[in-house]
């Protein structure tokens, strides 16, 4: 198993930026590919942004393309996500992710860090 801690969340006006990251401890870092995720307010859990296990390949929603960076370090056994532009309808509690790179679903997952973003 592997246990991830997110920080970084907070309050920042729109079009300011935050960097939030995620500290696993358990297993191998990287044997997983990391995504964070988020869930705003009444709706459903989303898909952020994925990254495979050496940061060579990264993948993102179509709502945060150009304005959100994953990207990890596998000597921190830490993932980071840069925000940068951010918009009020970015609010939402992130979460991180990880599963086996040859697992097809996320079966790990973090307590989630809030985010408001002030217009």
């Known amino acids: 198993q592997v246990q991830l801690v997110e920080s970084g969340g907070g309050l920042v006006q729109a079009g300011g930026s935050l960097r939030l990251s995620c500290a696993a401890s358990?297993?191998?870092?990287?044997?997983?590919?990391m995504a964070w995720f988020r869930q705003a307010p009444g709706k459903e859990r989303e898909f952020v942004a994925v990254?495979?296990?050496?940061?060579?390949?990264?993948y993102y929603a179509d709502s945060v393309k150009g304005r959100f960076t994953i990207s990890r370090d596998n000597a921190k056994n830490t993932v980071y996500l840069q925000m940068n532009s951010l918009k009020p309808e970015d609010t939402a509690v992130y979460y991180c992710?990880?599963?086996?790179?040859?697992?097809?679903?996320?079966?790990?997952w973090g307590q989630g860090t809030q985010l408001t973003v002030s217009s």
């Open positions: 992710a990880a599963r086996v790179v040859t697992a097809s679903t996320f079966d790990y």
């Open positions: 358990g297993r191998t870092f990287s044997n997983y590919t």
């Open positions: 990254i495979n296990w050496n940061g060579g390949s990264t």
